[in-house]
């Protein structure tokens, strides 16, 4: 599917360079917003793999820009989840895809709950899109008789999707560990243990047991 497919690679995983807030020469003179750092040369440094780094003010951070994405732009939401160019401030532009705007607006007014939900809409969105190695093969699955899905259904079914998935691997987890009694399924909660019996908890400790990549990993 082009620069979309959904076998293309990404940048690495979004890993903080030093500690997430530090010291350093701020951005150009803009608007100061003394709501997000009352010190003018705050600033904050993420990586963004490849070796890549970006520096910016966290007291001239702008607002973040609203995209909007529905089942007929995936590919292009694919595509900014990878590379975007982001505005920093009236005077410093970076390109940074999506997946990396959590580092960038962490614990600032700009990231507003709301707007936590739209990006954890737009991260399974790509998560499901390139759990398919073709564009064809990704609708042959969120369609319907009466064809493709529109957004909201398509997250719909993702979660049903994940629901089948989680019953799946922990019915496999109850099989090969009748007790659950592995490490693996072992937790502590205040100091005092217990063993895991939610399924979703489950599953994902028996595909972590087992090396299953799932896809937000790899995306």
């Known amino acids: 599917m082009g620069s979309s497919s959904p076998n293309s690679g990404g940048p690495m995983p979004p890993t ?4 997430l807030l530090e010291l350093s020469t701020p951005a150009p003179p803009g608007p100061f917003d003394p709501r997000v750092s009352e010190n003018p040369a705050m ?13 910016f003010s966290l007291s001239l951070l702008s607002l973040p820009p609203q995209p909007s994405y529905d089942s007929m732009n995936i590919p292009t939401l694919v595509r900014h989840w990878e590379s975007y160019p982001l505005p920093l401030n009236p005077h410093h532009t970076e390109d940074i895809g999506l997946q990396f705007w959590p580092m ?28 398919y190695s073709t564009e064809d093969l990704f609708w042959e699955h969120f369609s319907t008789d009466k ?4 957004y909201d259904a398509i997250q719909t079914q993702m979660l049903k999707d994940r629901q089948i998935l989680n019953e799946m691997h922990a019915a496999a987890a109850r099989e090969e560990f009748p007790d659950l009694n592995h490490p693996a399924f072992q937790g502590r909660k205040q100091g005092i243990p217990y ?3 939610k399924t979703e908890a489950i599953a994902k400790a028996y595909r972590k ?6 896809v937000e990993e790899r995306s």
Request: charged fraction near 15%.
């Open 43 to 55: 600033s904050r440094t993420i990586c963004l793999g490849n070796g890549r780094s970006v520096t």
């Open 195 to 197: 063993t895991m019996s």
């Open 147 to 150: 064809g493709r899905m529109g």
């Open 209 to 214: 047991l087992k090396k299953i990549i799932e």
């Open 16 to 19: 903080a360079c030093g500690p």
């Open 104 to 131: 960038v607006y962490h614990k600032t007014v700009h990231w507003a709950s709301s707007f936590q939900n739209t990006w954890n809409r737009w991260k399974f969105l790509v998560m499901a899109w390139k759990s």
